[in-house]
């Protein structure tokens, strides 16, 4: 044991400082069994090693952190580790990719039942049915989602500013103050390039080459988070990377599932299930027109984040599309986007209508629908800078 609290003490000492993720302070720390998921590559291991710094002496022995890429802990297993932790004064286990234990669920329920004392955290992928497909963990677990970082978090890391996050109804109705005040202190279309680029991964900080580094991450997502946690057969890897590569190909339009099934060789069903793995593990959004909902087809298939979208060279995506994942994927946490018609506007929360455009305009006539300009700092009446959505996470 004492091998692993010394690891514990040098990932702890050695977290580099980076920005304070929101969903420490949603998280009920009271609770006994809480899960954190999230697309590889989000920060999941940074941010238990977050809450063990924020909580705990580097030191203190009664939180540990552990990682399930460790031999011994897999040969021994989550119940009887999380034992002999708690046998000797243990009482908080952060567990990191805990889907790597084949039967991790049904461990984790045995040290809910054996050790009362005992407050497990674990992380593990988007990808994960916590309880849907664990129905073990029912009423037990508290469940949540780390997501990429938000403009709004970017902007905070690049400024040394502590910007907080707005209510999309907050930014309907006071945008022009929001986006003048915020104007004062930085320039917000000024970092957004780099973001669209490279700045929704938090290992853009790291020192490496960021598009061969997400490469990398990309391909992990589907040969571990999907192919090992969905329990696919190895030969259906390359046909699921084909499938991610044509959806990409074909940018921001609705997919025409059945020439993808004849292309791949599957059937309809089949490449249904794949693009919501796809989904799970924050590769793509699917954007279904009102009322509708998987197995149907979606309206549209766009990528997760725009990051995703350089890494596609020699691809060259149109401003559009890459403004488009921008947006959505601001609002996909805490809200629901629908396609209406074919004139490109985005339905929100079954109320808000919405149009991106490039540049602020004169409306010739009184509309409901809300517009999100490209090129402007700040707008007036229904047209929103596009920006601005970056800040309601």
């Known amino acids: 044991m004492e091998s692993f609290f010394r690891t514990h003490k040098y990932l702890v000492e050695h977290l580099q400082p980076t920005v304070r993720r929101d969903l420490m302070d949603e998280i009920n720390w009271d609770d006994r069994m809480i899960g954190i998921k999230g697309a590889r590559g989000v920060g999941k291991t940074t941010f238990l090693l977050q809450y063990a710094k924020e909580n705990f002496a580097a030191c203190d022995h009664t939180c540990l952190y552990i990682n399930m890429n460790n031999f011994y802990v897999q040969n021994v297993g989550i119940t009887q580790f999380a034992g002999e932790f708690y046998q000797n004064g243990g009482k908080v286990l952060l567990i990191d990719q805990v889907f790597k234990q084949p039967d991790w669920s049904r461990q984790l329920r045995e040290c809910y039942d054996r050790y009362p004392g005992l407050k497990i955290v674990f992380a593990g992928s988007s990808v994960m049915r916590l309880k849907q497909e664990n129905p073990e963990l029912g009423g037990i677990v508290k469940s949540y989602n780390l997501r990429g970082f938000s403009y709004r978090e970017f902007v905070n890391l690049k400024t040394g500013n502590n910007f907080r ?229």
């Open 165 to 393: 996050a707005y209510t999309l109804e907050e930014v309907i109705e006071n945008h022009e103050e929001i986006a003048a005040q915020l104007s004062k202190a930085f320039k917000p279309r000024k970092l957004l390039p780099d973001y669209l680029h490279h700045g929704f991964y938090p290992f853009f900080l790291e020192n490496k080459n960021y598009s061969e580094n997400l490469l990398k991450t990309m391909n992990m997502m589907i040969e571990v988070d999907i192919l090992l946690i969905k329990q696919i057969e190895l030969k259906y890897l390359t046909k699921i990377k084909q499938l991610f590569y044509l959806l990409t190909m074909s940018g921001s339009t609705t997919p025409n599932i059945s020439q993808l099934a004849t292309e791949l060789g599957m059937s309809r069903a089949t490449v249904m299930h794949y693009i919501k793995y796809l989904m799970e593990a924050r590769l793509v959004n699917m954007i279904y027109a009102r009322g509708e909902s998987f197995p149907k087809k979606p309206a549209l298939v766009l990528m997760h984040n725009s990051n995703l979208m350089y890494s596609f060279y020699p691809k060259r995506f149109d401003d559009h599309d890459v403004q488009e994942a921008f947006f959505c994927n601001s609002l996909w946490k805490d809200h629901t986007i629908n396609k209406v018609g074919s004139s490109g506007m985005l339905l929100i929360d079954g109320k808000y209508e919405f149009k991106i455009i490039e540049h602020a305009t004169r409306l010739k006539s009184k509309t409901k629908c809300l517009y999100a300009v490209n090129q402007s700092d700040v707008c007036e009446g229904n047209q929103i800078p596009l920006w601005l959505f970056g800040f309601l996470c």
